[in-house]
Nanobody
């Protein structure tokens, strides 16, 4: 099983980034997939998740209206479009997968990617 997150970088406040997560080794289309982030000295926190057919999406209040999660079951890919970025969005972002409906706690997720750094700073 592999999840490879990419697309992070340095961006100014108000800017945008699109994260991608390439997956392999499991049946992507039957897994809930999501994004988490962890800032230095803080616990890993839920950002967003999407159900198997993309009809159900859940977002943390802190990113609602700014971030959009999407998936492509044909390509086994997960995405996170991040707009109106703020310095407090600075963190390592992780993609994750679980073989049950959407859940928020990180311990509910079976598989994890290695993370990609997002830094929002002027």
């Amino acid at each position: 099983v592999q999840l490879q997150a990419s697309g992070g970088g340095l961006v100014q406040p108000g800017g945008s980034l699109r994260l991608s997560c390439a997956t392999s080794g499991f049946t992507f289309s039957v897994y809930t997939v999501g994004w988490f982030r962890q800032a230095p000295g803080k616990e890993r926190e839920f950002i967003a998740a999407v159900g198997v057919n993309s009809r159900i999406k859940n977002y943390a209040d802190s990113v609602k209206g700014r971030f959009t999660i999407s998936r492509d079951n044909t390509k086994h890919m997960l995405y996170l479009q991040m707009n109106s970025l703020k310095p407090e969005d600075t963190a390592v972002y992780y993609c994750a997968a679980r073989n049950r409906p959407i859940s928020i706690p990180s311990y509910e997720y079976n598989y994890w990617g290695q993370g990609t750094q997002v830094t929002v700073s002027s």
